[in-house]
């Protein structure tokens, strides 16, 4: 059960992007993660990619994984798509190169690898990049994923749209009773907004069949140092003080040092969730056409991963 994992206070949860739609590296993704131990991914909210993570667990030899599925409100980076405007563009492709998901090559964007994480907006020169949300239409979109079989929903509570939030968070209550993951940050919320809006929404849910996920800098991940994770263990420490009956993640900027400091600033959560750093550590390898078949490329990153997933243990 994800709870058993949870209360064990050493979930590992891989995040693959909630607007990472690229079925084949997901599948790539899983397998390797959880070869190497992971049992809790975060998938965007599609079909497709959930048969490519369960394709990933065969591969794996793993039967005891659990899939959350990410959903947000319109304009939330995690449901963003980059665009480039072409009558600005200068073709100077700066954008290319910090792409970590290898979404925009010539400042053409791959809309379905693209993960809406803004560093392509903030190097252009000229102004050009800008972003799309693309929302989805949960009523259309998580009953045929519930009927799939998923174990936990994660919503991106962010932004100021409290009608809209609370809107949606009841809506997915209603049509799904496995565990909810409420994912948000203090972004552009006070201390005390976030934490009203964390009780608000958890409130009426059972004890322990909520997860905060509290969200440092959202995938602001990629350097492994105490400064990129800071946030995120800022934002657990205030979710942390309030006592509620949920459960705790970090995400958000996480790395190898993310338990570390969390311990050391007396964070008591039930896990770490990784995204950027985790997927960044093996992009080398997955991004090998023959991953899968390399069985000496594929041992390689299951070293890198665990050495991931060992640092995020908070009971160490
Ligand atoms: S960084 Fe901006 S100007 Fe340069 S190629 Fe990309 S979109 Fe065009
Ligand atoms: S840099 Fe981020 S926002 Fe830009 S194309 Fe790549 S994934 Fe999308």
Redesign the pocket.
Known sequence: MLKDLLDAKKCFKLVCGAGNEDANVVEKLVALYAKAGCRFFDLSASEEVIDAAKRGFEFAKVNDAYLCVSVGIKNDPHVNK?VVDYEKCISCYS?DS????G??KYAK?KKFK???????AKICPKGAISYVSEEKDLSEVLPPLISKGIDCIEFHAMGLNNEEIEQKWNYINEIFDGILSLCTSRGKLSDEKLVERVKKLTGTRAPYTTIVQADGFPMSGGQDDYKTTLQAVATAEIIQNENLPVYLLLSGGTNSKTAELAKMCGINANGVSVGSFARKIVKKYVEREDFLRNKFAFEDAVKIAEKLINSCNITN
Not at 98 to 101: G, I
Not at 114 to 120: A, D, H, M, Q, S
Request: aromatic fraction near 0%; hydrophobic fraction near 40%; include cysteine.
């Open positions: 980059a954008c910090v792409c970590p998901q979404a925009i964007v693209c993960i809406g994480c803004g560093r392509c």
